[in-house]
């Protein structure tokens, strides 16, 4: 469908009204007007398969979770300098998921800022500035948290106090990934020491996302975190992406890893659209800063966020979604795998749970790039009703993360949407 008179006027008001530093997604850009479960609604009506959901993670206006935001915010809504039963429930809920030595939960209200206060615990803890962190790795937006983003453009430069080291693709460079990491990371501390800097902490996503998602082998973090716990720095597991049952058969990406963070930091999925964020940490990591430093956050921890937040840990328990998410996450994996065979620009394909990734390698042939075919395929999909986004270095890796209550039916849709695409973009 072409964009309509009011949707041109939209664009052209946004650029007038909100400056040049927003982004609009596809090249036709989308309106939606309503959303529910897998699925949102443009003004005509038409549906969209919504296959690129990492925040509305139990899917678009969950019941469950609209009842306790609105019966919540028609009773209070105020902040954590009052006593309030929801804000205890959310941390005894939380930290129940992790093993005990991690005992204390701080809230914000998005993901860059808890990457910002988890960078502040470390100095204080470590007395240290370094920062480790891989390649294409993307942690968020405050200014101190952009110096350790390298996705975000040449424009933002790295901190001077800033090392990375490559992602572990093992699909890439073969076996022995945890090895070459740790050494990675050993040369890393060893530049940081070389410059006069002391490290601070190695900070990964730990399923990689924006490195272009690297499940494989489960457990290569291990000697990396000893590396860095060894130079005296701390280890922090992004957890905004892979966090909250995505990966199936963990609560957290970390614990695929058998790796214990010193900090885990958490966004996205965590009040199922709410601002609510935050990490988790243990006693001995945040002592110095606690006393060091008040914390007040405004709107983080707030009484309405909190129910949200309570809602979507009810809900993942009770509706068993991280079986949904390992179960149809496989089955998703396999049909997307078997596109190979039909298409000889599919390269590698990889997942865990509802995570999953397919490279995309343009022929020698074909006259455009293998990022370009890519966006043609993703504009493709979102022609045809299917939403999902690339990543990596080179724009070529198909990002493909459903809402976990995704069905098997909803992958075969999806499947049969990008078959049409690839075939359509190779033509
Ligand atoms: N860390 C990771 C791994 C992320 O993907 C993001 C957001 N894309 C952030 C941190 C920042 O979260 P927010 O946008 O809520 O600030």
Same mark, same amino acid.
């Given at each position: 469908?072409?964009?309509?008179? &009011? ?11 909100? @400056? ?8 036709? !850009?989308?309106? =939606? ?25 139990? @899917?678009?206006?969950? !019941? ?13 809504? /105020? ?17 129940? /998921? ?5 005992? &204390? ?21 470590? @007395?240290?500035?370094?920062? %480790? ?6 942690? @968020? ?6 110096? =350790?983003? !390298?996705?975000?453009?040449?424009? #933002?430069?790295?901190?001077?106090? #800033? ?25 890393? %501390? ?10 601070? +902490? ?41 966090? =909250?049952?995505? /990966? ?36 001995? #990591? ?11 956050? /405004? ?25 949904? *998410? ?9 049909? #997307? ?8 620009? +599919?390269? &590698? ?22 990022? *370009? ?14 939403? %999902? ?10 990002? %493909?993360? !459903? ?10 849709? =999806? ?13």
């Amino acid at each position: 469908a072409e964009l309509t008179a &009011h949707q041109a006027s939209m664009i052209e008001q946004r650029d007038r009204l909100l @400056g040049p530093a927003y982004r609009l997604m596809y090249q036709k !850009p989308l309106h =939606f007007v309503r959303g529910e479960g897998v699925w949102l609604y443009d003004p005509d009506g038409r549906r969209y398969l919504d296959t690129y959901n990492n925040v509305v993670s139990l @899917g678009h206006c969950h !019941p469950d979770v609209v009842e306790a935001i609105t019966k919540q915010v028609a009773t209070l809504c /105020t902040n954590t300098r009052y006593l309030h039963e929801t804000i205890l429930e959310l941390a005894d809920g939380l930290l129940s /998921t992790v093993s005990g030595d991690l005992s &204390h939960m701080m809230l914000t209200c998005s993901g860059s800022e808890a990457n910002d206060l988890a960078y502040r615990i470390a100095k204080v803890r470590t @007395g240290g500035t370094g920062i %480790i962190i891989t390649e294409t790795a993307y942690h @968020g937006i405050t200014d101190t948290v952009s110096q =350790f983003s !390298p996705t975000l453009g040449e424009a #933002v430069p790295l901190g001077a106090h #800033v090392r990375t080291v490559k992602a572990p693709a093992a699909y890439r460079s073969g076996p022995n990934v945890a090895d070459r990491f740790r050494r990675d990371v050993e040369a890393a %501390i060893a530049d940081l020491k070389r410059h006069g800097i002391k490290p601070a +902490m190695l900070i990964v996503d730990s399923i990689f996302t924006s490195d272009g998602i690297l499940p494989e082998e489960p457990g290569f973090l291990k000697g990396a975190v000893e590396a860095i716990r060894d130079a005296g720095g701390i280890f922090v597991a992004d957890e905004v992406q892979p966090g =909250f049952g995505r /990966t199936g058969n963990h609560m957290w990406g970390f614990q695929r890893h058998g790796v214990d963070p010193d900090i885990v930091t958490l966004g996205k999925p965590m009040g199922n659209g709410q601002p609510i964020a935050g990490l988790l940490t243990r006693h001995d #990591v945040v002592e110095k800063f606690g006393r060091s430093s008040r914390y007040f956050n /405004t709107f983080a921890g707030n009484t309405v966020s909190c129910a949200a937040a309570v809602a979507v840990l009810q809900v993942i328990r009770r509706d068993k979604i991280m079986d949904n *998410a390992r179960e149809v996450g496989a089955y998703l994996l396999e049909k #997307v795998s078997a596109l190979r065979s039909r298409h000889e620009c +599919m390269g &590698h394909v990889r997942g865990a749970g509802l995570f999953v990734a397919a490279d995309i390698n343009a022929e020698k042939a074909m006259q455009i790039s293998s990022g *370009a075919l890519t966006a043609s395929v993703v504009n493709a999909m979102r022609d045809d009703g299917v939403l %999902i986004s690339a990543c990596g270095e080179d724009h070529n890796i198909l990002k %493909i993360r !459903p809402p976990l209550i995704f069905t098997r039916d909803n992958v075969d849709h =999806f499947v049969e949407v990008l078959d049409k695409a690839l075939e359509a973009s190779t033509r």
